[in-house]
Structures are given as C-alpha cells and as structure tokens.
C-alpha cells in the first residue's frame, strides 16, 4: 500500500473519531439541557402549587374563598323560620299618627297607630322604660326592639345591649310587663329568647333589621325622640 494512500485513510479515521467525539459531547451537552429544564419545571411546578395554597389560605383567612363571608352568613341567617316566633297580620295593624293613648293588645306592642314622633333606633340603649307608642313608630321604620325584664341575667342584658349598640336600626330599652324574660320585636313579629347567645336573636336580627316587614323602609331611625 502506498504512502499516500495510508495517509488519507489516517485522516479518514481521525475525522471519523472527531466527529465521534463532537457527537457525544453533543449528546451530553442536549442531555444536560433537557435534565436542566425538566430541574426548572419541576421547581416552578412546586413553587406555583405553593403559591396557589398560600392564595387560598390567605383567601379563606380573609373569608373570601371557601369560608363564608359574614356578609353571607347574615344571608343565611334570613332565611327559614324562626322557632317560636308570632307573626300578625300586618294588614290589620294599622298605622295612623295619633296622641291619644293606645291600648295595644300585646306586650310589648308589635304595630298599630304610634305617636307622631319616632324613638330613635340608631342603635339606642335605654336604661329606663320607653314609651310604647313612640318605640312601635321605630319599628314602623324598620328597627329590631329588644326588651328584658329584671329576671333577665345581666350578662345576657350587657351582651344583647353590645349587639344593638353596634346595629343601627336597633334599640333596646327595659320592659316591666311582658311575658318572657327577654323578647324581641319587629313590626308584626315577636320571639322569647332563653339569652343572648340563644341562635334566634342572630337570625331575628337578620331577617328584620329593615327587612321585609318594614312598612317604611330607610325611614330615619334618629331625630326623634330621645331617652328621658
């Protein structure tokens, strides 16, 4: 074999083996990218489901992913019946402005013809007794009346007197003469509770603190008439 002819089938062989080696670092150099990029993925995949989870603490510490708004537990609480509640006819309670005194037929009244003057219901806390016909035009205008006796604890009387101090359309005031120790009244409706913690003072407010019963609803609830 010639000279020449062994020479360039050495460089045949040395560009075979370079092109060998460029193929595997090649091959090496592709695998280190795809292990890279799967590392990468693989990470912000983990990152991203923290994330979410975080989100969605955060969301249902603030009650606005899967826990309920207190805005939608109020909605939830306005609806359904109310246990032991009496309802009357608000038809037939009637609603003239008078000054003569009114005989209401049950205690404390829920309707019927007021004084000119409302109580004011902004959220008010009467220590003494309040005139009758001047509370009934409070809840003409939308308000929760709550009243107690002195059988009422007074634990239950400062945590009820908490609740409407914070609820505008609301009062509460002493009531010697009525049946339960402590009651709670819209226009045409009524319920005994057995406290405060008892549920339905919860779900009484909600449904008629201006609620559906209101005979004139956004009616003012200050102005009138003052606690003596």
């Known amino acids: 074999m010639s000279y020449d002819r062994r020479a360039r089938i050495e460089q ?11 193929n595997r670092i090649l091959t090496v150099s592709l695998s280190a990218v795809v292990v890279a990029g799967l590392v990468a993925f693989g990470s912000y995949t983990i990152l991203d489901k923290s994330d979410s989870d975080g989100s969605d603490s955060s969301m249902t ?3 606005k992913g ?3 708004s207190a805005g939608e537990k109020d909605e939830n609480l306005a609806t359904g019946p109310i246990e032991g509640e009496k309802s009357w006819d608000a038809k037939k309670l009637t609603r003239n402005h008078v000054t003569d005194a009114v005989d209401y037929p049950m205690k404390p009244p829920v309707g019927g013809d007021h004084d000119p003057v409302w109580m004011n219901c902004d959220g008010e806390v009467y220590k003494k007794p309040i005139p009758d ?13 709550v009243t107690y006796t002195g059988d009422a604890p007074a634990a239950d009387v400062a945590k009820l007197a908490d609740r409407v101090a914070k609820t505008p359309y609301s009062l509460m005031s002493p009531y010697k003469d009525q049946a ?14 057995d406290g405060a913690d008892d549920p339905r003072v919860a779900r009484f407010f909600a449904h008629y603190v201006q609620g559906p019963q209101t005979p004139e609803p956004g009616a003012a609830c200050t102005g009138g ?3 003596e």
């Open 180 to 193: 339960g120790a402590i009651m709670l009244t819209a226009w045409g409706k009524q319920v005994t509770v």
């Open 61 to 63: 510490a603030d009650g």
């Open 133 to 145: 016909m001047n509370a009934v035009h409070a809840l003409e205008h939308g308000s929760v009346w």
């Open 66 to 68: 899967g826990t309920p």
């Open 225 to 227: 008439r003052d606690g």
């Open 12 to 22: 045949m062989r040395n560009a075979d083996r370079a092109r060998d080696r460029r």
